[in-house]
C-alpha cells in the first residue's frame, strides 16, 4: 500500500513539473513576442539581440517537454484526463516552439531596417502585435486556470487579428510603393507583418488543444477568420 501511495504521489509530481515547464515555456515565449515588438516599433537592438540569444532557452524547454511526455507515456502508461493532460503538453510545447522562433525573426529583422518608418505604420503594427500579446497571455492564463471559456475567447478573437494583419499589409504596400528606397525595410515589414499573424495561429492552436484538454472534445465549426491577407511565402 505505501509503495502504491508513493507510486501515485511521484507520477503527480511529474504531471505537476510538466505543467510547470509548460507554463515556463509559455512565459518565455510571451517575454520574447514583447521584446520583439519593441525591437521592430522602436528599433531597439538591445531587445532584439536578447530575443534572438535566449530562442535557445525556448528550444531546450520543447526538448525538455517533448522528454518528460514520452517518459510519462511509456512508463506510467496514463490514461483519461492524464493522458489529455500529457499530450496537449506535447503539441503546446510545439506551438510554443514556433512562437519562439517567429519572435526570434522578427528580431532579426529589426536589426536589418535602415529607414525611420511612418507613424501610421508603426501604429498599425503596434495594434496588431498589442492584440497578439493579449492573446498569447489569454491563453497561458487559460491554461493555468483550465478555462475552456477563456480558450473559446482567444479561438473566436482569431478574426481580429486577421483584419488587423491585413491593415498592416496594406499600410506596409502603401509604403513600398512611396519611394524605391523603401523596398529592402518594406520587404521586412511584410514578413514582419506575417510573423506576428503567424504568432496569433499558433496561439489559437494552442487555445484548441487547452480546450480538448479541459473539455476532453474539439471544438466544433471553423476557425473564425477575417479579411483575407496578403501571403508573402515566408511561413
Known amino acids: 500500500m505505501a509503495e502504491t501511495q508513493h507510486t501515485v504521489k511521484s507520477y503527480e509530481e511529474e504531471l505537476k513539473n510538466l505543467n510547470s515547464n509548460i507554463v515556463k515555456m509559455g512565459s518565455a515565449c510571451e517575454e520574447a513576442l514583447g521584446k520583439a515588438i519593441v525591437a521592430i516599433t522602436t528599433r531597439n537592438a538591445d531587445h532584439a539581440e536578447e530575443v534572438i540569444k535566449d530562442d535557445e532557452k525556448i528550444d531546450k524547454f520543447e526538448s525538455l517537454i517533448e522528454q518528460q511526455v514520452v517518459n510519462l507515456i511509456a512508463l506510467r502508461q496514463p490514461m ?134 479541459v473539455k476532453g472534445e474539439y471544438l466544433e465549426g471553423d476557425r473564425p477568420k477575417g479579411s483575407e491577407p496578403i501571403v508573402t511565402g515566408e511561413k
Not at 503538453?89 to 531596417?113: F, W
Not at 503596434?126 to 500579446?133: D, E, F
Not at 483584419?163 to 514582419?192: A, I, P, R
Open 80 to 213: 483519461a484526463i492524464d493522458l489529455r493532460e500529457t499530450v496537449t503538453a506535447l503539441k503546446m510545447s510545439s506551438d510554443l516552439e514556433r512562437i519562439g522562433d517567429l519572435a526570434k525573426n522578427i528580431s532579426k529583422r529589426s536589426l536589418l531596417l535602415n529607414e525611420t518608418l511612418p507613424k501610421k505604420l508603426v501604429d498599425c503594427l503596434i495594434r496588431l502585435s498589442s492584440s497578439v500579446q493579449k492573446q498569447l497571455k489569454t491563453t497561458l492564463d487559460s491554461y493555468l486556470e483550465r478555462s475552456a471559456s477563456m480558450a473559446i475567447d482567444v479561438w473566436e478573437g482569431d478574426e481580429k487579428i486577421d483584419d488587423l494583419t491585413n491593415e498592416c499589409m496594406q499600410e506596409v504596400v502603401k509604403y513600398l510603393k512611396e519611394t524605391e528606397k523603401n523596398l529592402s525595410d518594406g520587404t521586412h515589414l511584410l514578413f514582419v507583418t506575417k510573423n506576428i499573424e503567424r504568432i496569433g495561429d499558433h496561439t489559437t492552436n494552442v487555445a484548441e488543444q487547452i480546450y480538448f484538454l
